[in-house]
């Protein structure tokens, strides 16, 4: 369910929605040109002895001969050929179709099946009913061009894990619906309280906008995609262009995610046949007010009834009228009922075993499920999935044997909300946390630029991989069309060439997609990887998302998926190979350096520059001191090889203990009000709902100037981080 990306940074799907604010700019690197179009594989491949690289390397490159376009797009086509949500006849067909994809290529795999809470609507509407009348369509029709757009079975236009209810009261619009624009609204003296709200997508993850609606009063909420953001005025509309038609609606659940993600009827333990559930009236993360998505054509006519102030500039969208604050004079009536029903879901689970740490699992993952019939979303990144196992099939053949086991993991039930990928990691919490060296996620691809975003101890070795492999069109470093493509972001007109031993920084993640119970409750090493172009995505969860959408405007001629598929087998082939776990902490340590001036700066502009978060300074010098000592010791045993020639047992005991490092970083009472998010540096935002909050326990507490909690929040992050200094000084040790 990723949404588009902003700037490269990964904001995954669901959650963070379009628009996103843009995350911190790169750091760019300095330094002298480096030939773009004659990349040398770096032969220092970090965790690898230079033979060892050197055998890598080639097996890489027989990789990267593998996957082939116009298989990735025969799969695609298979995938998305029908509508596959959640508990959907077509949805267990491709279960089983994925299923015996990896047993032919040779991987040993099963279906692991769960029970989950996943409502479905029963009845919807909204009308208005003063001053004039108009019934909603709420119907997606279908277009002659799009062959697969009039399919029956389709899931109709709705928003997973809405309050039922039936209201009736005035409308006010509350443009994005986030809580500067309550800010605004109550300076402007308007109250929603009692009222219905109208809020366009964008901003926020949508579960936000009727969580904020509820909390200030109002008794329904309707969201709408204005063309402004995804629609006519971004460019043509489909089927001429991407963009999203009159009566394109963006589903989507939501449920508040924030608080915790998966079936909600089982928080923090897994939905395995059988588990208890917990009744409705004991969920904590359902809306409590009833949401429906709509098209702008349905909005047009509720925006023109509305009377009251003009609204602020920014606030306008583009339909053609003249957009007002309300409340009223239109009155509109809104119902939203569900099947509340648990649903069959089938994670399918393929291994490759490892010959020297077969207790030492890389795990790569993305879902099958979709709204509708999803080809971008998800299926673009379930069919390089695909080709990556099939081409590791055709690698065993040839005599490849990973040192690490590898997992492959299609998920079922992201969309309603990282049901499937949640349950498994609850399911399987303890194993996980001993044996995952790694996980690696990617959802929605197209064309575009790689995004990666993930554990900042990764952040060497996604700059490694993002060097080794070309951009498909410019033949440049997917890594120097990152540099360059952050370099038109910030709009300079020219940029200092790589290279110089800095690291392009890779975005801190939030949550979106699979990747959020890996990170964020058990602690391990991930990363999230796709490309993106920085439009807007229109047919996003829509109809439209669809094979013809895809093969007209996502990637017509299979190009960025089949590098997608390179990037992924380079990245889980160096982790599953490597002779020690290319973990680095420089990186990460800079990144912890740069979140606490940000906390700094954060303090001052609340009016406390007296809270002076000291200790958690001196716990950034010393995890620098930690990651400079780690990284020396690494450097001299690495490069004289002596590293190398340890016991496999030895370098199995350092590899365990790096892939642990992680999970010092949790606190095992989790956030405040989110016990399920525990890790320290990286979570959602829990107010905004915007994209990632890092150092979310303090950072949270400043921006709502509740210095207790965030004193209290202090002293868990500088215990995590010296948790994580001291198991760093211990691997210093292993490696000497
Ligand atoms: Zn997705």
């Known amino acids: 369910m990723r949404t588009r990306i902003l700037l490269l940074v990964p904001v995954c799907l669901l959650l963070l929605a379009a628009q996103a604010p843009v995350q911190a700019p790169a750091r760019f690197p300095r330094g002298a040109a480096r030939s773009a179009a004659t990349p040398r594989p770096d032969r220092n491949l970090r965790g690898f002895s230079l033979t060892a690289a050197h055998r890598e390397l080639i097996w890489e490159r027989r990789f990267d001969r593998l996957p082939q376009g116009a298989h990735i797009r025969a799969v695609m086509q298979h995938l998305s050929a029908y509508p596959h949500h959640l508990g959907s006849p077509y949805d267990y067909q491709n279960a089983l179709w994925i299923l015996h994809k990896f047993q032919q290529y040779g991987l040993d795999a099963h279906i692991e099946k769960f029970m989950v809470l996943f409502p479905t609507p029963k009845q919807r509407l909204v009308e208005m009913v003063a001053p004039k009348t108009y019934k909603a369509k709420l119907k997606e029709p279908s277009i002659a061009a799009d062959p697969t757009s009039g399919q029956s079975g389709q899931l109709p236009t709705y928003n997973a894990y809405s309050g039922d209810g039936d ?148 606030w306008r969208g583009a339909l053609p009228v003249t957009y007002h604050l309300g409340p009223g004079p239109a009155r509109v009536h809104l119902i939203v009922r569900q099947h509340w029903q648990l649903v069959p879901l089938y994670d399918v689970i393929a291994k490759i075993p490892g010959r020297v740490w077969p207790g030492q699992w890389v795990i790569r993952g993305n879902h099958f499920d979709a709204w509708v019939n999803g080809a ?82 990764l952040e060497r070795f996604a700059n490694e991989v993002a060097t080794a492999l070309l951009d498909p069109h410019s033949r440049e470093t997917l890594w120097q069309m990152q540099v360059e493509a952050r370099a038109r972001a910030l709009r300079k007109t020219h940029v200092a060439r790589p290279l110089d031993g800095h690291d392009l920084h890779i975005g801190a993640l939030g949550s979106g997609s699979d990747y959020s119970p890996f990170l964020q409750h058990l602690g391990i090493p991930t990363l999230d990887l796709g490309f993106y172009n920085r439009q807007p995505f229109g047919q996003y969860h829509s109809i439209y998302d669809d094979f013809y959408w895809y093969t007209h405007f996502g990637d017509p001629g299979f190009r960025y998926e089949r590098k997608l598929a390179q990037v992924f087998g380079t990245a889980v082939m160096r982790l599953a190979d490597a002779q020690v776990l290319p973990l680095e902490y420089g990186d990460f340590a800079d990144t912890i350096s740069r979140y606490d001036r940000q906390l700094h700066t954060l303090a001052r502009r609340q009016g406390n520059a007296g809270f002076s978060l000291s200790e958690l300074d001196l716990a950034a010098a010393r995890a620098r001191r930690a990651a400079a000592a780690y990284d020396r010791a690494y450097r001299r045993a690495a490069g004289g090889g002596a590293l190398f020639r340890q016991s496999s047992a030895a370098l199995g005991r350092l590899d365990a203990g790096l892939a642990k490092t992680e999970q010092a970083l949790l606190n095992p009472a989790g956030l405040p009000r989110r016990p399920w998010y525990r890790h320290t540096i990286y979570a959602p935002g829990y107010y905004t709902g915007y994209g990632v909050k890092t150092m979310p326990g303090i950072r949270e507490a400043l921006e709502q100037k509740n210095y207790a909690e965030a004193a209290f929040q202090e002293r868990k992050i500088v215990a995590a981080l010296n948790r994580w200094a001291a198991r760093l000084a211990h691997l210093r040790a292993e490696v000497q």
């Open 376 to 457: 971008a979303d998800p299926i673009s990144g379930q069919a390089s999935l695909l080709e990556e196992a099939k081409a590791y099939g055709q690698l065993l053949h040839q005599g490849w044997r990973p040192r690490r086991t590898i997992i492959y993991c299609a998920w079922d039930g992201e969309e309603p909300g990282l049901l499937g990928s949640t349950e498994w990691c609850e399911t399987h919490a303890a194993a996980l946390q001993q044996h995952a060296v790694a996980y690696l996620n990617s959802d929605t691809s197209m064309r575009g630029i790689l995004g990666i975003g993930g554990s900042h101890s």
């Open 167 to 314: 209201v009736t009261a005035s409308l006010v619009y509350v443009n994005y619906g986030v809580p500067a624009d309550y800010a605004r609204l109550a300076k402007l003296g308007i109250n929603v309280q009692g009222k219905i709200v109208l809020a366009r997508y964008g901003h926020s993850w949508r579960g936000i906008k009727p969580k904020l609606a509820h909390q200030h009063g109002a008794i329904g909420c309707i969201i709408y995609s204005d063309p402004r953001d995804d629609g006519y005025f971004q460019g043509d509309v489909f089927p001429k262009g991407p963009f999203r038609p009159w009566q394109g609606v963006q589903r989507g659940s939501v449920m508040e995610m924030e608080k915790y993600p998966g079936d909600p009827s089982t928080p923090g333990w897994g939905s395995t046949p059988g588990a208890r559930h917990l009744p409705l009236n004991q969920i904590t993360n359902l809306e409590k007010i009833p949401v429906l998505p709509i098209s702008y054509g349905d909005a047009l006519p509720l925006l023109r009834a509305l009377g009251g102030p003009v609204a602020p500039p920014s």
